[in-house]
């Protein structure tokens, strides 16, 4: 990413695919990045509710399913993704949750190997999407899928199909490898990958789960608005409504409830500070770095409750009430404050890392520090002059004529698998120079020759990429067998009451 903080940062190596390649696409046509963004939420907003409504189906009435996905989309934790912390990828993740809950119903209750077909698409997309809410998902999924094994007596089948299921985990992990690999190979050239990635600090109290907090300011706020997670009050009276009901239920009453109360209680205690100590021991949870961040699961909780309350309601005129009632209280709080709209050239190039300094590379210092620089290539050391050149975004090229040797600098923040040719022939790179330090610098000797500092893959990266292409191919093998043991793996899935 070539302007981003100063000499350019491999960023595209790490950044959340989904949202990244999706908005490039809508770029390539609206040539506007503000009316991208835009249209990205809008997707994942639309998707994520859609989906969930259609899951809900599987299990109450369409009016029920359609309240439980409102209080879903006007959540809290949702509104502040968007509007205060900008977290795109964490918010579009919520896309693929409902398609993980279709395939487990589908696998698990209809004994369907198209649900397979739902869990692969829902696991990929959040590997790509955001993969830290893959670990956060597992806090409701696994719950659920329990629920699911017992109240159906599905064990036998998935046993009968087990290595099916875990040929398509294979297959998920080995989609996701040009992605998933150099992310966990390569986080370590940065700062970010050289400690833990839990902060402390970040826990809820019981404040967070009661009332509804939407700070103006706050504290010394002058940004975006203040940032402060909590549940909701709406939330709080749905799931304080949800235990009563489990706690008054009948004997064999109830059962839907029984996995969604633990899961509460459970993301509940990870929030708090009092699991501070599994973070730190378990990097895996560790690396979902704020304790808070189990809302991500935690936003599920109140709709299902809610659906499941409501899915015996006779009565039209209250289920529309509650609906407009939702819209109402949440509505007034899509807003952000004080954005500035800068020239959209400005968003193509930053001094600043602004994913913050964590995320320089190891043998780089702060890139507000280094001088600013129009141009790539530029002679150091010795005589000499360049002819020609031409710089794009990961490849420059240039004709040099050296009257003696040369030294030169390619005013880039060094990674791996960047590469210095000299007449075709590779040359050594110096980047821990601390007079340009973590930038690339190289020699020539005198004479004229054709220079060029080329960005390529490292083995790391191409191993990931033969992974996923061999994955490819394999997923077509999946398919054609899940296709001959199920005839029909491909008809259209109903939705609506069951």
Request: with cysteine; net charge positive.
């Amino acid at each position: 990413m070539d302007g981003f903080g100063n000499y350019g940062m491999p960023m595209a190596i790490i950044i959340q695919q989904t949202t990244s390649y999706l908005g490039a696409i809508i770029t390539l046509f609206t040539h506007d990045i503000f009316i991208s963004y835009n249209i990205v939420v809008l997707i994942g907003a639309f998707f994520s509710t859609y989906l969930l409504y259609c899951f809900f189906t599987l299990h109450f009435s369409e009016e029920a399913a359609l309240l439980g996905a409102t209080l879903f989309n006007f959540a809290p934790y949702r509104i502040i993704n968007i509007y205060i912390r900008g977290a795109l990828p964490e918010f579009f993740s919520h896309v693929f949750f409902p398609v993980v809950f279709i395939g487990l119903y589908l696998f698990i209750k209809k004994r369907s190997m198209k649900g397979l077909i739902y869990l692969f698409i829902g696991f990929v997309g959040i590997l790509l999407t955001h993969p830290f809410t893959f670990i956060i998902g597992m806090f409701i999924w696994v719950p659920y899928a329990v629920y699911l094994v017992w109240e159906s007596g599905s064990a036998n089948f998935i046993r009968d199909n087990i290595l099916y299921l875990l040929l398509m985990f294979l297959l998920v992990i080995g989609i996701s490898a040009f992605y998933i690999i150099p992310l966990y190979l390569e986080i370590k050239y940065f700062y970010y990958g050289t400690g833990s990635h839990f902060i402390t600090g970040n826990f809820l109290t019981l404040k967070n789960y009661l009332g509804d907090q939407w700070y103006y300011f706050y504290q010394n706020d002058i940004e975006v608005r203040g940032h402060v997670i909590h549940l909701g009050l709406i939330e709080s009276l749905v799931i304080t409504a949800g235990m009563i009901s489990l706690f008054f239920s009948k004997k064999g009453k109830g059962k839907f409830l029984y996995w969604i109360v633990p899961s509460l209680l459970v993301l509940i205690f990870f929030t708090t500070h009092y699991a501070d100590f599994i973070f730190k021991k378990i990097n895996l949870l560790g690396n979902i770095q704020h304790n808070w961040r189990l809302f991500t699961s935690i936003v599920f909780i109140a709709p299902l409750i809610l659906a499941y309350l409501l899915n015996k309601v006779k009565s039209k005129t209250l289920l529309y009430l509650i609906f407009f009632v939702v819209i109402i209280f949440r509505f007034p709080q899509l807003y952000g404050k004080n954005y500035l709209l800068e020239k959209q050239d400005t968003y193509y190039w930053t001094k600043l890392n602004l994913a913050g300094n964590i995320m320089n590379t190891v043998w780089t210092g702060p890139t507000q520090d280094y001088p600013v620089k129009k141009i790539k290539g530029e002679i150091l050391e010795g005589k000499g002059k360049i002819i020609k050149r031409n710089e794009r975004n990961s490849w420059r090229e240039y004709e040099i004529k050296a009257d003696t040797d040369l030294r030169l600098v390619d005013y880039t923040f060094y990674f791996p698998g960047w590469k210095v040719y000299v007449d075709k022939k590779e040359v050594p790179i110096e980047f821990q120079d601390m007079n340009y330090r973590g930038v690339i610098t190289y020699k020539i000797p005198k004479g004229k020759h054709t220079v060029l500092v080329k960005f390529t893959d490292t083995k790391v990266r191409l191993l990931a990429n033969m992974v996923s292409l061999f994955s490819l191919g394999a997923l077509g093998v999946y398919f054609t067998i899940l296709r001959r043991r199920a005839p029909n793996i491909l008809s259209t899935t109903r939705f609506g009451p069951q």
